[in-house]
């Protein structure tokens, strides 16, 4: 995977332009997206060995939203049971081209991993496949807020007994202190790791129009709205969480 450092918003912008998953963000983006989300590596892979605890015989493994494909190569690490495929999906081409040269790399040089397909194309019309893991890893916040339900209702029908879905999110609180508290110390994370005011600054703007964060709570009621009959925190680190929603 590419090295390059993120400094895409290091120089004034005139105008900020809206967040995309573009060529630009391709190439820095296991730079920005580890000094941009604590904990980031940790819930990565971990989502292989909780994976392994659900996954099925001859069933699907779904990373959707895959970028470059970081989750979907801890599932086909972890996961050991039989007939088990991963199936990636995100709609950026110039994610997915780098997914797939990525993933044709790690097939040179390991043997036993999972058997992957990686598709270019939009989740929210995707014809599932009985599942039993689904994993949507910090994606769901970037589809329009009024389309979250009907997606999950889709995850949960496609979902075998056994399975489950794990969700990582930017979260928001409901509690102005507590919500105030955890951006500064979001703030403190980015600065630590290098990023200047500007850079913060610059890229709170971009993203703010693109991603829409939801409270724990919203994130619970919807998953039991969607027909999910259980749903457990495993990892917060700040503002950033993962949940294992069960069927
Ligand atoms: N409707 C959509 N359909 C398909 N893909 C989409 C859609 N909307 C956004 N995406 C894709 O979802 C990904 C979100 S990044 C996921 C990180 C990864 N999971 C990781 O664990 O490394 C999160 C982040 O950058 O904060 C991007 O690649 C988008 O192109
Ligand atoms: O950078 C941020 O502030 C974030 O909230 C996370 C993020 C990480 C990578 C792309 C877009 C958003």
Redesign the pocket.
Known sequence: MSKDPDRLFAQPLAQVPDFA?NEDVVRVFPDM?KRSVPGYPTI?ENLGVLAAQFAQPNSVLYDL????G??TQALRRHVRTDGCRVIA????AA?VERCREYLNGQDSMFQELLPVEVIEG???ALAFQPASVVAL???LQ??APDQRTALLSRIRQSLLPGGALILSEKLRFNDAEEHALLTDLHVAFKRANGYSELEIAQKRSAIENVMKPDSLEEHRERLLAAGFSKVVPWFQCLNFASLIALP
């Open positions: 998953f997206i990565v939203g895959s970028s470059l970081a989750v999906v995100d709609n950026s994610m939009d989740i929210l890893n910090f994606t970037f589809i």
